[in-house]
């Protein structure tokens, strides 16, 4: 059976102008942190490779090379010399440890770990963590992760009837990491703010750069893009750094969503903003299905008679069927929720939503950005 084929057909109607998307959508007011970051100061990925261990028989296997050769150098650098071919490591496995380094970390900081199997473990539950550097990208050591791991799930069973609930291979140390370098960022030497819009919009920076004058009475910030907004020290400000950011982050600004619908096709989910609007189109919509079944049947010779021999021989059958096609028109200025219920009415699935969002933008009648994941 193959999946549905579906036809769509989209005809812009008229040739008026389509409406500015988002036109009739009501700013909202957000605080300026809200919708900013300040460039250089940002978390970092960490990365480890660690063992846990104290396993029930559900660790790593013998044919997993790299867990003995990890638990064989672990031993040597206790002073136990073996061989990596006479270790057994059912009751450990071989992990990936991953955390976030917050902005202003400082030595003897904790933060949370995420432990998850390398190898071919079952499960993880009741493991400890031994002692685990954590390195950036710069290669450097800025985090120590140890402890025992939490993982909200469990397995029952055995024989083939197993229950597993959540998932056993990844598992979290709350507090497990301690951070071992200091990445405070000296805010003493800096005598401009770059704040970084997470959308970039020149209307919303315009209004970001005109709040902060407002407030300090003085042209500080200006919009360098549709990103960036350097704030400068006002001459003779007196205010330490930490309290201009407090002071500008707490400003409210009128912003306007982003009019833009994201689907993904894996599974089948569409996400769209109130803001998006639809010009003129038609959507015609069908189902093709064709099913081909191959059947197989034995030949025998008739009784007594010579050189016959039995075969098998293949019947196909192909079959096509095709419903007729459904017609949903939409006018000018359409919303999301007439397009989804047009297209509940002609029985169209979420993968089917996906296939003609992307028609729609093609054929110039979606306003919004689209956005395939």
Do not use: W
């Amino acid at each position: 059976m193959l999946p549905k084929h579906i036809v769509i057909l989209l005809a812009v109607l008229g040739l008026a102008p389509l409406a500015r998307a988002g036109a009739d959508e009501k700013p909202r007011g957000v605080q300026i942190k809200d919708v900013t970051t300040i460039e250089g100061i940002r978390d970092n990925p960490l990365l480890g490779y660690g063992v846990v261990v104290g396993l029930s028989r559900t660790g790593d296997s013998q044919q997993t090379v790299f867990s003995t050769q990890t638990l064989s150098n672990l031993l040597q650098r206790m002073g136990v010399q073996i061989p990596a071919t006479s270790v057994r490591v059912n009751n450990m496995a071989a992990v990936f440890v991953t955390a976030t380094l917050p902005p202003f970390a400082r030595p003897g900081m904790k933060i949370d770990v995420t432990v998850s199997s390398a190898g071919d473990a079952k499960s993880l539950a009741g493991g400890l963590l031994l002692l685990t550097p954590l390195r950036a990208a710069d290669g450097n050591v800025y985090a120590e992760a140890q402890g025992p791991l939490t993982l909200g799930g469990y397995s029952a069973g055995g024989s083939g009837n197993v229950k597993i609930v959540n998932h056993l291979t990844v598992g979290r140390v709350p507090e497990g990491g301690i951070v071992e370098r200091d990445t405070a960022v000296n805010l003493t030497s800096m005598t401009t703010l770059s704040l970084l819009l997470h959308d970039p919009d020149f209307e919303a920076a315009r209004d970001i750069a005109g709040a902060i004058n407002k407030e300090m009475g003085n042209e500080v910030a200006h919009v360098v893009d549709s990103r960036r907004v350097d704030v400068a020290r006002a001459a003779g400000e007196t205010g330490a750094i930490p309290a201009l950011m407090a002071r500008i982050g707490s400003l409210s600004v009128n912003v306007r969503p982003p009019a833009k619908v994201v689907v993904n096709e894996r599974t089948g989910t569409v996400v769209m903003g109130g803001s998006v609007t639809l010009g003129a189109c038609s959507i015609l919509h069908g189902n093709l299905a064709i099913e081909i079944a191959t059947r197989y049947e034995v030949s025998q010779p008739t009784p007594l008679s010579k050189g016959g021999e039995t075969v098998v021989t293949p019947d196909t059958q192909v079959q096509a069927t095709e419903t007729q096609a459904q017609l949903v028109q939409l006018k000018e200025g359409a919303t999301v929720e007439e397009l989804v219920h047009g297209l509940q009415t002609i029985g169209a699935t979420a993968r089917d939503v996906v296939s003609i969002l992307q028609a729609i933008k093609a054929a110039g009648a979606l306003e919004a950005d689209l956005e395939v994941l």
